[in-house]
């Protein structure tokens, strides 16, 4: 596929099409390279017309706002699709939500709590778009997105717009059946009636106790690792008892707060991450006979 073919097809399209994009300042832990080209649809429409006309030629991903991410020095040969402001959208009828796929789940939480819906608070805790939590089934605290999710509208890379319920999500912790070849588009939930007053000290609650135990503004990705299944202690456990916590590769370290969150102490190499990474799975497998899954999704060329 030509660069000549993108530049034809630009002038189709309303939104944002840009070409040898930098990801580093894409995500949270401001580390990546380049992508081929960077598109921001204006709107569903807009998104159509793109797929439609890509005809699978490029590889495509899609990023919400980069909280989970870990994006390669070599960058993504492909497209790298961001979802603007026309995907940000909450709609609500009695105690059903529509919302768009870059709706931040904070601000999600605070909708449904100013119009008295419980099942919410948690994601009060949890950065990042509604979206990419749907993809991994993010949760904290005991509830996760699959409790409170109806269905999705997704679109293929044929421009094929379908809805899939619940039940056909698959849903598994950190974990579900949408694959890389279906963006949401849309995601509809469903809540229970309480009193506002009691939603928001749940999630104060909760929102002090995640800010007394994981970092705060420093350049990390989130959860590095799952909690494993066939343990009883949590990813970070078995970090800190394998001898890891103090690690460190290059210009990445683990959170002195938490061991389970990566930090960039500046200008760190997408290299010095993944060996950091492999380093601790050896030790912690070496230690405790565990295989730590990552959470963090690693994307882009070796």
């Given at each position: 596929?030509?660069?000549?073919?993108?530049?034809?097809?630009?002038?189709?399209?309303?939104?944002?099409?840009?070409?040898?994009?930098?990801?580093?300042?894409?995500?949270?832990?401001?580390?990546?390279?380049?992508?081929?080209?960077?598109?921001?649809?204006?709107?569903?429409?807009?998104?159509?017309?793109?797929?439609?006309?890509?005809?699978?030629?490029?590889?495509?991903?899609?990023?919400?706002?980069?909280?989970?991410?870990?994006?390669?020095?070599?960058?993504?040969?492909?497209?790298?699709?961001?979802?603007?402001?026309?995907?940000?959208?909450?709609?609500?009828?009695?105690?059903?939500?529509?919302?768009?796929?870059?709706?931040?789940?904070?601000?999600?939480?605070?909708?449904?709590?100013?119009?008295?819906?419980?099942?919410?608070?948690?994601?009060?805790?949890?950065?990042?778009?509604?979206?990419?939590?749907?993809?991994?089934?993010?949760?904290?605290?005991?509830?996760?997105?699959?409790?409170?999710?109806?269905?999705?509208?997704?679109?293929?890379?044929?421009?094929?717009?379908?809805?899939?319920?619940?039940?056909?999500?698959?849903?598994?912790?950190?974990?579900?059946?949408?694959?890389?070849?279906?963006?949401?588009t849309n995601i509809e939930m469903q809540g229970s009636f309480l009193e506002n007053q009691k939603?928001?000290?749940?999630?104060?609650?909760?929102?002090?106790?995640?800010?007394?135990?994981?970092?705060?503004?420093?350049?990390?990705?989130?959860?590095?690792?799952?909690?494993?299944?066939?343990?009883?202690?949590?990813?970070?456990?078995?970090?800190?008892?394998?001898?890891?916590?103090?690690?460190?590769?290059?210009?990445?370290?683990?959170?002195?707060?938490?061991?389970?969150?990566?930090?960039?102490?500046?200008?760190?190499?997408?290299?010095?991450?993944?060996?950091?990474?492999?380093?601790?799975?050896?030790?912690?497998?070496?230690?405790?006979?565990?295989?730590?899954?990552?959470?963090?999704?690693?994307?882009?060329?070796?």
């Amino acid at each position: 596929m030509s660069i000549n073919f993108y530049s034809e097809l630009k002038k189709n399209l309303q939104g944002e099409l840009r070409e040898n994009f930098d990801l580093s300042k894409s995500n949270w832990l401001g580390i990546g390279g380049k992508a081929n080209f960077f598109f921001k649809p204006k709107d569903l429409k807009d998104l159509q017309i793109f797929l439609r006309n890509n005809n699978k030629h490029f590889p495509i991903i899609v990023i919400g706002s980069g909280s989970n991410l870990l994006i390669r020095d070599k960058g993504f040969d492909g497209v790298v699709i961001k979802f603007g402001k026309d995907f940000d959208y909450k709609k609500i009828n009695n105690n059903i939500i529509n919302c768009g796929p870059a709706t931040p789940k904070s601000i999600l939480a605070e909708y449904a709590a100013n119009n008295n819906l419980t099942g919410f608070e948690f994601l009060y805790c949890i950065p990042g778009t509604v979206a990419g939590g749907v993809v991994m089934n993010s949760g904290c605290y005991g509830s996760d997105i699959s409790k409170v999710v109806l269905s999705v509208t997704v679109i293929d890379m044929n421009g094929e717009i379908k809805i899939i319920s619940n039940k056909d999500i698959n849903f598994s912790y950190r974990h579900s059946s949408l694959t890389k070849n279906q963006i949401i588009t849309n995601i509809e939930m469903q809540g229970s009636f309480l009193e506002n007053q009691k939603i928001l000290e749940i999630m104060k609650n909760l929102k002090d106790k995640k800010d007394t135990e994981q970092p705060q503004k420093i350049k990390t990705g989130g959860s590095t690792f799952k909690n494993p299944k066939n343990s009883d202690k949590k990813a970070w456990q078995l970090i800190k008892e394998s001898g890891c916590a103090d690690l460190r590769v290059g210009r990445v370290k683990l959170s002195n707060l938490h061991c389970n969150f990566l930090e960039n102490l500046d200008k760190a190499s997408s290299e010095d991450a993944e060996n950091l990474i492999e380093k601790i799975k050896k030790e912690v497998f070496k230690k405790t006979n565990v295989n730590l899954e990552l959470e963090l999704e690693v994307v882009g060329k070796k």
